[in-house]
């Protein structure tokens, strides 16, 4: 397909439709995208003789938020898959881009995007664009992978497991458990619900009204039952010892109705639209999940790092399995029950594999309580020796530790093999048991890349593996990038061995780095894939990215926007307390008071302007610290309520019911607009630098490697790599951020930082650069030398302690000396679309 093709889209076509404002910047974006189309069908051509394929065109394009990427990359690439035929896929991360490209009344009624049915969305503007220009209707569809969703069984598993443990989290991590722990059980209530109506007559009308209303709630969750969601708003973080892969769903256990709403996409589709963490499942798979595809287009690409760690590292745990095994099969309680295994193997007794299992793990639990107490002893009274107790070791090649350990991964895989080819697993059909299986496999799997991971432990090891792409194997069968361990976090009642993937975001490589006979184009494209020149020292611009993502070098462009809004004033605390109290290393960290009240007097002042303004969070927590003992009618907080989505908040905005909405779910990917289209938002405040926490696990498993492999100083270099990793993740979530107050040439907007750090050189490097210099600019730049705690008559404080129904109850109350107004037809029908 020609470039003229694509010009006659956006300046015939596209104005024909009503979008008569051109982007010069997307235009030049979507000729990016093309000529990227166009290398790869000239690769595929002249690389004809390679039964494997040819090695696709690869391109990573920078653009700013408000040029029009989504529309910007729909367009060349349907035109070219309608033309030439083959499927596209298009992968994302966050639920309010995914709305954005595909509609959300499309996404929840499971439809086709449709233009002329009022469909405003970009897949429905860009399928327009094709049809009129090549006669051709294109079939669309949405999948998100099953594992990237939530189980509320994995969970409360979870909970058992750790009560009868007695394990005891305390501060924070308590808080953070029992917020999942709740959440799961909303998504179980969803379950419960559409399992209720299952069972019911589909004619039946008391059925039809339970039905829309479950599809309303549904669609009005915040989270839609994805992990990634809920670590989105919680810091990135799942409470200590919990990793993703653990509460995610398995095969043939279906408990989370989110799930079965996008998991119909139909494999014939021209063009699928899925998660970031359902492409990492299909390449953890040899590629043999998802249909073969022509082009692939990654979206928020420089969040596929996060998505690769999280769902990589894998936790085996004895305590687990072992509670599942009993409420599958309670007769197999080796400690409840006496069983002497000598003569049930002689009966023939068919549980008979699963009571060795539950002995095996049973004695394997002994083994890591008996190497807890030698790793942490205690003196004459019972106290600690050490003054932080050892919670994860890396296993080398010099110590009893590891040979144990090996030999019980031997013993555990062999055990479940024989599990899993019991008939008494083959002919299954409860739900409890078909639980266990599902778990059983899963660690199965997990137990054999241990097996596979122990090489990279050992120097002799490290040293004759052969590494390429500065982490990856050469060879498959190799794993030079994991490595293996055994931890007992959060305490030392819930123990595991854990694979840690050093190399977790190298996994996408995989798609440009081999050859393909289908795959002929992968384009990654975000509004902040380079590294501003403040924030990366002696590297170049895309450094940071082809070393974390393995990009081949020299593959990366932007896109130039000339004239793109202003902002009209800074206001920024530069001193003051920061946001978190200083805390020893292992100490959960806890907000300084100061640092909430400068938080809290900044909104007072953003709310005397009168004028609409969103603020936000890196957590729901953030919002908790900063909204508790204070509230305001004219302020709409976002709290992890299942009532309570984004959506809501700037509906409310329009309507003029609040003035400010507070939420940590809209840093990347939504567009926040009028209702004629035209700016909404005038104030975007900041409460403090989105800095993930630091992972101790990953550190010392690097540390080790780093060691093993002969560097000096292997500690405080793991510590500073992994320390400007999480820096680097947490500038490019800013300057996404930013990108949510200016959308278009004339927006102006004003810009409130609410943690002094934000006003450091590095972190003023993530504004776009023509916004550098208000830095330094007094008539632009407002500095608060302190933090403040002011008063409004307009403030409406809570006594201590208020419980969090109160708060709510209160935000949904009317503006003071404001009566509620009766809503008008046209403001019900307003909610119902929006909704």
Request: with cysteine; net charge neutral.
């Amino acid at each position: 397909m020609s470039r003229d093709t694509v010009q006659q889209a956006f300046d015939t076509i596209l104005p024909a439709m009503g979008f008569t404002v051109r982007r010069d910047a997307q235009y030049q974006y979507a000729m990016m995208v093309q000529d990227k189309l166009n290398l790869g069908e000239q690769i595929a051509a002249s690389e004809t003789d390679d039964p494997r394929g040819a090695r696709p065109a690869f391109g990573a394009i920078e653009a700013g938020t408000g040029t029009g990427k989504t529309l910007g990359y729909l367009i060349p690439v349907l035109l070219h898959i309608a033309e030439t035929g083959g499927r596209a896929r298009i992968t994302t991360h966050t639920l309010a881009l995914q709305d954005q490209i595909y509609g959300r009344r499309s996404l929840y009624a499971d439809q086709q995007p449709n233009f002329t049915k009022g469909d405003r969305s970009d897949m429905a503007i860009a399928l327009e664009v094709v049809k009129r220009l090549t006669g051709k209707v294109l079939a669309t569809g949405f999948r998100k992978g099953r594992q990237a969703y939530v189980s509320p069984v994995a969970v409360q598993e979870i909970v058992d497991a750790e009560k009868k443990d007695k394990v005891k989290r305390v501060g924070a991590d308590l808080k953070l458990f029992r917020d999942l722990q709740k959440w799961a059980k909303k998504v179980q209530d969803f379950q419960d619900r559409q399992d209720a109506l299952a069972t019911k007559a589909k004619d039946d009308t008391e059925s039809k009204d339970s039905s829309d209303a479950l599809s309303r709630d549904m669609a009005a969750d915040s989270m839609q039952g994805l992990i990634s969601a809920f670590m989105d708003a919680h810091d990135g973080r799942l409470p200590n010892g919990i990793l993703a892969s653990d509460i995610g769903m398995v095969p043939t256990v279906q408990d989370n109705p989110f799930h079965r709403r996008h998991a119909g996409a139909s494999d014939e589709c021209d063009v699928l639209v899925i998660s970031h963490a359902l492409a990492l499942f299909d390449l953890q798979r040899g590629r043999n999940l998802l249909p073969p595809t022509k082009v692939i287009v990654h979206d928020e690409a420089d969040t596929l790092a996060g998505v690769a760690e999280m769902y990589a590292r894998k936790k085996i745990r004895p305590g687990i399995l072992r509670h599942i095994l009993r409420k599958a099969y309670p007769k197999c309680d080796t400690e409840a029950v006496h069983f002497d295994l000598d003569k049930a193997r002689h009966e023939g007794n068919p549980l008979l594999p699963f009571l060795h299992l539950d002995s095996l793990l049973t004695e394997i639990l002994g083994w890591f309580h008996a190497e807890y107490q030698k790793a942490n002893p205690v003196d004459d009274q019972g106290l600690p020796v050490l003054e932080s107790p050892v919670s994860e070791v890396m296993l080398d090649d010099k110590t009893i530790l590891t040979t144990s350990a090996l030999e019980y991964i031997r013993m555990l895989t062999a055990a479940l093999e024989n599990v899993m080819d019991s008939p008494v697993l083959k002919n299954a059909t409860d739900m409890q048991e078909m639980r266990f299986l599902a778990v059983a496999q899963q660690m199965h799997a997990a137990l054999r890349a241990a097996h596979q991971a122990f090489p990279a432990n050992s120097e002799f090891g490290a040293r004759h593996l052969s590494l390429g792409l500065d982490g990856l194997p050469k060879d498959p069968r190799e794993s030079a990038h994991l490595a293996l361990g055994v931890s007992w976090t959060p305490i030392r009642q819930f123990p595991s061995f854990e694979v840690v993937n050093l190399y977790a975001s190298r996994m996408f490589s995989k798609e440009w780095f081999f050859k393909s006979e289908e795959l002929k184009t992968v384009i990654l494209t975000s509004a902040t894939l380079r590294t501003p020149a403040a924030a990366r020292g002696k590297t170049t611009e895309w450094d940071y990215m082809t070393r974390l993502l393995g990009m081949p070098a020299g593959s990366g462009r932007h896109v130039v926007v000339k004239q793109f809004g202003q902002i009209a004033r800074i206001h920024a605390i530069t001193e003051g307390a920061k946001p978190f109290l200083k805390t020893s290393d292992n100490a959960e960290p806890q907000y300084d008071p100061e640092w909430i009240a400068g938080a809290q007097a900044m909104l007072l002042d953003m709310l005397a302007t009168g004028e609409r303004g969103l603020v936000l969070a890196a957590s729901f927590r953030d919002v908790y610290a900063v909204m508790e003992n204070f509230a305001d009618p004219r302020i709409w907080w976002q709290t992890d309520s299942q009532s309570m989505h984004w959506r809501e908040g700037a509906e409310s905005l329009r309507l003029g019911e609040h003035q400010i909405m507070v939420t940590p779910s809209v840093w990347a990917g939504a567009n926040i607009r009028d209702a004629n289209g035209g700016q909404l938002i005038r104030h975007l405040g900041f409460f403090r630098a989105p800095i993930a926490a630091e992972d101790p696990v990953e550190e010392k498993a690097l540390a080790n490697f780093l060691r093993w492999k002969g560097l000096d100083h292997a500690e405080e270099t793991a510590k500073v790599t992994l320390q400007n990793i999480a820096g680097h993740a947490g500038k490019h979530r800013m300057t996404q951020g930013l990108g949510r107050g200016i959308r278009s040439a004339s927006d102006i907007i004003e810009v409130w930082l609410m943690d002094p750090r934000l006003c450091r050189t590095d972190w003023q490097a993530t504004f776009p650069e023509r916004f550098r210099g208000l830095f330094a600019d007094p008539s632009v730049f407002r500095p608060i030398r302190r933090s403040t705690s002011t008063a409004s008559g307009a403030v409406r404080p809570f006594p201590k302690g208020s419980s969090t129904s109160a708060i709510l109850k209160h935000l949904k109350s009317p503006l003071p000396g404001k009566p509620k107004k009766k809503q008008d037809k046209n403001q019900q029908d307003k909610r119902k679309r929006a909704s």
